[in-house]
């Protein structure tokens, strides 16, 4: 199953770096990307599928939040992500 | 040129022209540095010409790694970020162990490398390394400044982005043509500032609610609450609530060890009865920790019967291995502050909790004259008393250290949990004991371990740091040569060191006063002149290859399967 992120990330060096970086790291293909120039920042498109079973696309979304100068526009954080999480980890 | 013919408007105050290796120099100086662990060469000789009219103290390790792990020990114990600085290159690919070291750890560790100058950048040039690419995975975030102008705002971020929230290591580096650069650019120092954080209300309520009802409630105790500074309160929720508490490494010494609530630690080589706590309760009060698997042993048999409050900064924690039921994301000493949940109903549970912990209880009276390494380790903490600080490298010392030593508070407590990097501890010890000069910092280290960065001796030697060293002996890779004995039919493979070098010699020659003892009879004069040696000294301390460290987890088993030895 694929699930499709949208970050702005800002243009200082290495950013797209470390967002690609992070997302094979933590256990997910990228299937598709897209990279488009917004004046100050880039909008970044990526399809992500685990590499396994055990991956949360949830807690990829908030490692990706942690990265300074990233912010992830869709799917939007959640206040409360109690319930995402039992679901991904049944 | 139009643009020439209209000049800009200049401020009503140009600052005086400045290099972007005198305005790192100031940038520092204005974070109220103390000290900076680094070396020199080639690609950073700007920052080094500006440093000498520095207010913080440079401290000339020997090795970049050493500078990196005595800045990771000193930001330990201070809570604030730590510094050290190489050249490109080779200088800079000896800070990776340190960086890694601090992002598993979560040390606040401000990295500063040079590089050679921009247009050789990407070309191959003499000591040139992306150091940038090099340690993307292993840092918190990381900076090249392409314009002196940059470097007081990327200076102050960069303490900002290792201090705040979860800590970590950041990395500068600075092409040598910007250090030599110079501006007249306006410039402040001043870091950027995040909003505060709002802690969930109803999970809040929830977490108090659970607490309130809960039979057999238990709190997991991480380096999270170091790292938040909330040890004070840690302690104050564990006597208002009556619940009982197991550390992983990095929790020790949250509560204190004589606290009869807290059961030991937890996982691979914890305390049969934290682990058995856990496996029992039913709901786990995990405060700033992170489901380490040396910590859970098998995770899909951990706590089974727990539902799982989970509390930290760092959101990103939160499900990553085990599912919490209650999750609270935010500043330890924030939230504690505001829970305060009615003290649950838990007299039975409290009193099988200290049974047990009463039961398994380590026992010191092992047969033989050697030197048994968990009694020596014990009496040394004990004797030190709240000023000690220990400094531990990895192997079995460092378990026995944490299963034994008596520890005032996790400051008194460094280790190289996450990464597990031998030689950490003779440049930890150096650092923390600059920080905390009048503490009884002890490094405790192996022989495998010490002669990693034994070259921080000199390091010692040239500023006359008081560090203390016990340095157990067992001539082998004890760690490795246990799993060999008891996971690979005693298959024993590249774990003699019998060859060591004469410890105390070398460290003689060095300069540093040192002595051996090798029976227990000795142990505890041993100990008394350590502690009363007025520079750094080490003790050489010849153990027995055979004593293992009881109990164990066996890899990949539940934390119900503890193995246990003699004795």
Known sequence: MTDTFFILIDRSEGSLQRLIGLVERRGFHIDRMNVADA????????????????????VLGRQIDRLIGARRVSPAASATYVEEVAVCTA | MSAAASPMPKPAQEPAPRSGARLLVEALDAQGVEFVFGYPGGAIMPVYDAITS??????????????????????????????????????ATNLVTGIANAMMDSAPLVCITGNVASPLMGTDAFQEIDILGV?????????????????????????????????????????????????????????????????????????????????????????????????????????????????????????????????GMMGMHGSRAANEAVQACDLLIVLGARFDDRATGKLAEFAPHARVLHIDVDAAEIGKLRAADIAIAGDLKSVLAVLSPRAPNIGAWMERCQRD?????????????????????????????????????????????????????????????GLGAMGYGLPAGLGAK?????????????????????????????????????????????????????????????????????????AQAFGIEAFRISRREEVSAGIARLLAAPGPCLAHVLIDARENVWPLVPPGKSNSDMMHGEP
Not at chain 1, 39 to 58: M, N, P, Q, T
Not at chain 2, 194 to 215: C, K, S, T, V, Y
């Open chain 2, 357 to 417: 912990a009463a039961h398994y209880a380590p026992r010191y009276d092992a047969p033989g004259e050697g030197v048994y390494a968990p009694a020596l380790l014990k009496d040394l903490s004990e004797a030190a008393g709240d000023a000690f600080v220990a400094a531990c490298d990895v192997g079995q010392h460092q378990m026995w250290a944490a299963q034994h030593c008596r520890f005032a508070s996790p400051f008194a407590h460094l280790t190289s949990g």
């Open chain 2, 54 to 91: 520095a207010r913080f103290k440079h401290i000339l390790v020997r090795h970049e790694q050493g500078a990196a792990f005595a800045a990771d020990a000193y930001a330990r114990v201070t809570g604030k970020p730590g510094v050290c600085m190489a050249t490109s290159g080779p200088g």
């Open chain 1, 39 to 58: 004046g100050a920042h880039r909008e970044v498109r990526l399809a992500v599928r685990g590499r396994d079973s055990g991956r949360c696309v949830d």
């Open chain 2, 434 to 506: 600059l920080a905390r000069p009048e503490a009884h910092v002890v490094t405790i280290s192996g022989d495998g371990s010490f002669i990693m960065n034994i070259q921080e001796l000199a390091t010692l030697k040239r500023y006359g740091i008081a560090l203390k060293i016990v340095l157990l002996d067992n001539s082998s890779l004890g760690l490795v040569r246990q799993w060999q004995e008891l996971f690979f039919d005693k298959n024993f493979s590249e774990v003699d060191l019998s060859d060591n070098p004469d410890f105390v010699a070398v």
């Open chain 2, 135 to 263: 340690t993307l995975p292993i840092v918190k975030h990381s900076w090249i400044a392409r314009d002196p102008a940059d470097v007081p705002a990327i200076v102050a971020e960069a303490f900002h982005v290792a201090a705040s929230g979860r800590p970590g290591p950041v990395l500068i580096d600075l092409p040598k043509d910007v250090q030599i650069a110079m501006t007249r650019a306006p410039h402040s120092f001043a870091p950027p500032r995040d909003p505060p954080r709002r802690i969930d209300p109803g999970q809040l309520r929830r977490a108090e609610a659970a607490i309130g009802l809960a039979e057999r409630p238990l709190l997991y105790i991480g380096g999270g609450v170091r790292l938040a500074d909330a040890v004070d309160e840690v302690r104050a929720f564990a006597r208002a609530t009556g619940i009982p508490a197991v550390s992983t490494l990095q929790g020790l010494g949250a509560l204190h060890a004589d606290s009869a609530a807290h059961l």
